[in-house]
């Protein structure tokens, strides 16, 4: 089906079963323990064996020898893989780093060797046992001591260096400046469910069931790092317990499974320990971020410059953190550009809304101060630079832009009206602060395919590769094909995460779930065509209800056209350039209210607000625990969440879930979510958008700046601790 003008009226808009807060169908397997997730499988033919992998010990250098006799010799070892013996091995797309170091190494943690033994703790005292000597090299560790070398980064999606009008010019000459330089520290995804896999063997033919949210992109770069056709690989992932982006590519615990059954002969299971999660595979990298905005007396942008600096491998790509800066507000001269530090330490990549969450967290802090400087509300301040045209391409306007409703909803909602002047709100010991930031994320879209299969009962099943990372994917692709098909959600059986199955758009970057449903949405109404078709029925004119079929009087229960056997139709939802035409985005208003105590300096978020407009809502109650899930990681980002670098050998300090500090239970308030009515004709025939990535996109900030409301304190970096504002809140008292 092609996508190619905007979508005028469909099944879907009869909103029975699409747009229902609905329980998740997966939910009760989830609850009793079938469902399986990479680590579980237990009927894949021959009982599986255990991989346990070695790390690198050093960042930089390489192999002067390892030793693995003494492993090999250990009880239960059935094998032990390293670069030596693991033949030619070529590297994926995805990947910037070798998934198997040897000799050279990389970064830290780098994966040199899997023992494989029966039991896990065999492989585990075996893995200990393997000597590795090294020649270490000098490596970069500091983005603040490469920033001065870091260079314009080639080829990505974004360009590294925008401009429009003439912003040196228009900055000098605003009547009111800011220029202020912000950081966000490395973090890590820090998902419950670690990367694992389990490969096994037929011949020359190789299945993973293993945990990654983009089963295509996955199968091809398994294909090409062990270098054999891509249709001897099968990637299968039903289940996965949190991604956040971690798991878009495939990771060492997938090849070393492969490795490891081959040397083997039986299956082998392979889960990466703690420190490897953070060490070994991607994580959000670190940034420094240069903003300057110059405005008119009464608070119009004329100026708006955004500078980032980030580091990865040599090879690999920027954190985009000033692509929000090109969207989101008006102004007739603006800038950016981006700068890569090469840094030896393990590879940046996306972690949940890569770009727009760091950008935002420094760029709505800008907009903050601003305010400030203005003496004005920071709400009429974004209100007033508020633009529905790309400001870029004035030509270009938005799909559809209610971040102006979201702002003023919101505003009325949580009481803004209260927000007093900085540091003049006290209860008790602690001071108490309101803050604001906007949303924004894009909402781009992908083909996505999907099979539909009907059978004499009327029961259809959809197969897709699509993923489910814990956000409701079972559940919306049933309701789209029922919606589509008139039939309850109880009549649809959903299958997914497998690369035997049609190629979906997978779960990642805000596109997956509406590309998807897209892509179920075109299978079903080829399933309506042919099932019209053979009762004899006008396809043009067929009704979808109830479970029957009717046109011209006759009406036909739905099972009826497949008889005794099956009618499979497969199709996949292909976009034109409308998403060229107009500007397709996402928008929210964060408020929050926190508490800090006077005395010690700790900081609790009190209240949290987020009024959303992200085109139509497939499932409420998702999208809300979607929301309020981004809210969280947004407390975190806010307030604790660092990888602190050892710059000196070049690691993450805190690489467990002891010192890599989230939000537990304690630290999260009460949280209101809401959506606003919106059906986005231009996106793709659901109407839909994304919610997943935009409940954490200023979330941060909008801690931030309730942080400065509640002590006049004014901090730029995170995560915000104790020791930066202990000492300056003396001076409060």
Request: charged share 25%; aromatic share 6%; net charge negative.
């Amino acid at each position: 089906m092609k996508f190619e003008t905007p979508a005028g009226q469909n099944p879907i808009d009869r909103m029975r079963v699409v747009g229902q807060p609905l329980d998740r169908i997966d939910g009760p397997r989830k609850v009793a323990g079938t469902a399986t997730y990479a680590y579980e499988w237990h009927d894949v033919g021959e009982r599986a064996a255990y991989g346990h992998v070695v790390g690198a010990g050093i960042a930089k250098g390489r192999l002067a020898s390892i030793d693995v006799s003494a492993a090999e010799r250990a009880p239960g070892v059935l094998a032990v893989v390293t670069a030596q013996n693991a033949g030619a091995l070529g590297k994926g797309r995805m990947n910037t780093a070798t998934l198997l170091g040897g000799p050279e190494i990389q970064h830290y943690h780098q994966a040199i060797a899997l023992v494989v033994a029966e039991t896990f703790e065999q492989a585990r005292a075996a893995a200990g046992l393997v000597r590795v000597a090294y020649t270490r090299e000098r490596g970069r560790f500091s983005l603040a001591r490469e920033k001065d070398k870091a260079v314009k980064p080639q080829g990505g999606d974004t360009p590294a260096d925008t401009a429009v009008g003439d912003f040196d010019t228009a900055f000098a000459a605003a009547d009111v400046t800011l220029d202020q330089t912000y950081t966000t520290p490395d973090q890590s995804h820090a998902m419950m469910e670690p990367m694992a896999s389990l490969a096994a063997w037929d011949g020359d033919a190789l299945t993973i069931w293993t945990s990654n949210q983009m089963i295509a992109w996955g199968r091809g770069d398994v294909a090409r790092t062990l270098g054999i056709p891509r249709d001897k690989v099968r990637l299968v992932s039903p289940f996965i317990g949190g991604g956040f982006g971690g798991k878009l590519f495939v990771r060492a615990d997938a090849v070393l499974a492969a490795l490891g059954a081959k040397a083997a002969k039986r299956p082998v299971k392979v889960a990466l320990h703690r420190p490897l999660i953070a060490n070994n595979t991607t994580h959000r990298p670190a940034t420094e971020q240069r903003i300057r905005i110059g405005a008119t007396r009464d608070g119009r942008i004329t100026a708006i410059g955004h500078e980032s600096w980030s580091g990865d491998l040599e090879g690999g790509g920027p954190e985009v953190a000033v692509q929000q800066t090109r969207l989101l507000y008006a102004g007739e001269h603006r800038m950016t550009k981006m700068r890569l530090a090469t840094l030896d330490l393990p590879e940046g990549n996306a972690m949940r809304a890569p770009g727009e969450t760091p950008g935002m967290m420094a760029l709505e802090i800008a907009i903050d101060e601003l305010a400030d400087a203005l003496g004005m509300d920071p709400v009429e301040l974004r209100i007033r630079n508020d633009t529905q045209v790309d400001p870029e391409k004035p030509e270009r306007p938005f799909s559809q832009r209610q971040l102006v409703e979201c702002l003023r909803q919101g505003a009325e909602r949580f009481g803004w009206n209260a927000r007093k002047a900085h540091g003049s709100v006290r209860d008790g010991r602690w001071l108490v602060g309101l803050g604001v930031a906007a949303g924004f994320r894009n909402a781009p879209v992908t083909k996505s395919g999907a099979r539909a299969r009907l059978d004499g009962d009327g029961r259809v099943t959809i197969e897709t590769d699509m993923t489910d990372i814990g956000t409701g994917s079972y559940t919306i692709i049933a309701q789209t094909a029922a919606e589509t098909l008139g039939l309850p959600i109880e009549a649809i059986d959903v299958k997914l995460g497998d690369s035997d199955f049609p190629v979906s758009a997978g779960s990642g970057g805000q596109w997956g779930a509406n590309s998807a449903t897209a892509g179920v949405y075109a299978a079903c109404m080829k399933l309506r065509e042919v099932v019209a078709t053979r009762l004899d029925l006008d396809p043009a004119t067929a009704g979808f209800s109830d479970g029957r079929v009717h046109a011209g009087g006759r009406s036909f229960p739905l099972g009826d056209a497949a008889g005794a056997g099956q009618i499979v139709v497969e199709d996949a939802i292909e976009f034109g350039d409308l998403d060229q035409q107009k500007q397709l985005s996402t928008f929210a208003a964060h408020f929050c209210e926190v508490g800090v105590d006077a005395l010690t300096g700790e900081t609790r978020v009190r209240r949290m607000l987020s009024v959303c407009a992200a085109g139509r809502i497939l499932n409420p109650k998702q999208a809300r625990s979607q929301i309020i899930g981004a809210m969280t990681m947004g407390i975190g980002a806010a307030l604790c969440e660092e990888l602190v670098v050892d710059d000196t050998l070049g690691f993450f300090v805190n690489h467990d879930l002891a010192g890599y500090e989230v939000p537990v239970h304690a630290d999260v308030p009460r949280q209101e979510v809401v959506f606003l009515d919106e059906a986005d004709a231009d996106s793709s025939p659901m109407k839909a958008k994304g919610v997943g990535e935009l409940g954490l996109c200023g979330v941060p900030a909008a801690i931030a700046n309730a942080i400065h409301n509640a002590t006049g304190i004014r901090v730029r970096k995170y995560p915000i601790t104790v020791e930066d504002l202990i000492d300056r809140l003396s001076a409060i008292g």
